[in-house]
């Protein structure tokens, strides 16, 4: 069956859900996981490329999102559940050891994955996001009390839903738009994207065609399942005290854009996060990139991927 796209797609039952999944190739399996707002499309230029290393590629639309189940609560998305995904998928491909690429909260979940199941890995690579315990911190940061913080905007059942879905083409030329920021200088009780102009140009790295994709996935989905996602990031910690000290054991990889602001997340995250891994082979930022580094310097972020998963894969030969 042919996505909209043109990319094999399977409906494939995993941990109690449906995953809608882009399976291309054959080889070893590479899993590549997205993020907020987007769906497994944010991948389309790896797709290719990753096939021709000799790789047996699965991009789902992760729970709550695009094609995929879209359980009715809150509880359902928690990150044992989102890892538990994530194997199970590969269990469902026949694949008892995988290689694993995340971005943006597809990121969070390859990063607990390693944590949870490293015997299942291969390697994982994480884009935007540095590895970093999640927790209470991240809903509320420090200084930003009387700011705007998305995060802290998606908590309430129902709020950020109903901003996005009154016009989602008007949302998603927000998301996609050539100028974006953060909204930290708004005021706590702002809304996301306000009453201002919808933006009349989108980032050079979406086409018309790519924003219309995305506005057809969240069509389908709307956006309870991926807020979801956010409102469990504060029961993190209490999910998983064992990883308090863990270190991610498989070898690992991390890539950013060097103007993304989920880097400064963390006060120096991007070196920070070495101590957390037993076995870091490298990291990089892309000049020039924002936090949309795969659309925005998508052959810069391929070879990267196919480099990393292809030394380890020569490893095991």
């Known amino acids: 069956m042919l996505d909209a796209a043109g990319r094999h797609e399977e409906h494939i039952n995993t941990n109690r859900i449906t995953l809608r999944t882009i399976v291309e190739g054959d080889g070893p399996l590479a899993i590549l996981l997205h993020g907020f707002p987007r769906c497994w499309y944010l991948w389309r230029h790896q797709i290719d490329p990753l096939k021709k290393a000799g790789f047996r590629v699965a991009v789902p639309d992760q729970r709550g999102y695009g094609a995929s189940s879209r359980p009715e609560r809150i509880e359902d998305y928690n990150i044992l559940e989102l890892a538990a995904d994530v194997v199970r998928l590969a269990d469902a491909l026949g694949e008892e050891k995988f290689y694993l690429v995340g971005h943006d909260w597809g990121c969070i979940v390859a990063w607990y994955t390693a944590w949870l199941y490293p015997h299942r890995l291969n390697c994982v690579m994480g884009l935007s996001v540095p ?39 008007r949302t998603m030329r927000f998301f996609n738009g050539a100028t974006q920021e953060m909204g930290m200088s708004k005021p706590r009780d702002a809304t996301m994207f306000g009453d201002g102009p919808t933006p009349t140009e989108l980032s050079p790295a979406i086409t018309e065609e790519d924003n219309a994709y995305y506005v057809a996935s969240y069509t389908e989905s709307g956006f309870r399942g991926p807020m979801n996602w956010y409102r469990n990031m504060s029961r993190i910690p209490t999910l998983t005290p064992w990883l308090e000290n863990a270190k991610v ?14 880097l400064s997340f963390v006060p120096d995250g991007y070196n920070r996060q070495d101590a957390l891994f037993s076995d870091l082979r490298g990291k990089q930022l892309i000049d020039g990139a924002g936090h949309w580094v795969q659309e925005e310097e998508p052959e810069a972020v391929s070879k990267a991927i196919v480099d990393f998963l292809s030394s380890i894969r020569g490893e095991a030969d």
Do not use: C, H, M, T
């Open 131 to 169: 590895l970093s315990p999640i927790g209470p911190y991240i809903v509320n940061p420090p200084g930003l009390d009387d700011n705007f913080w998305y995060i802290r905007y998606f908590q309430n059942p129902g709020v950020a839903e109903k901003e996005f879905e009154a016009d989602i083409d």
């Open 249 to 262: 054991l498989v070898p690992a990889y991390f890539l950013g854009g060097a103007k993304d602001p989920v």
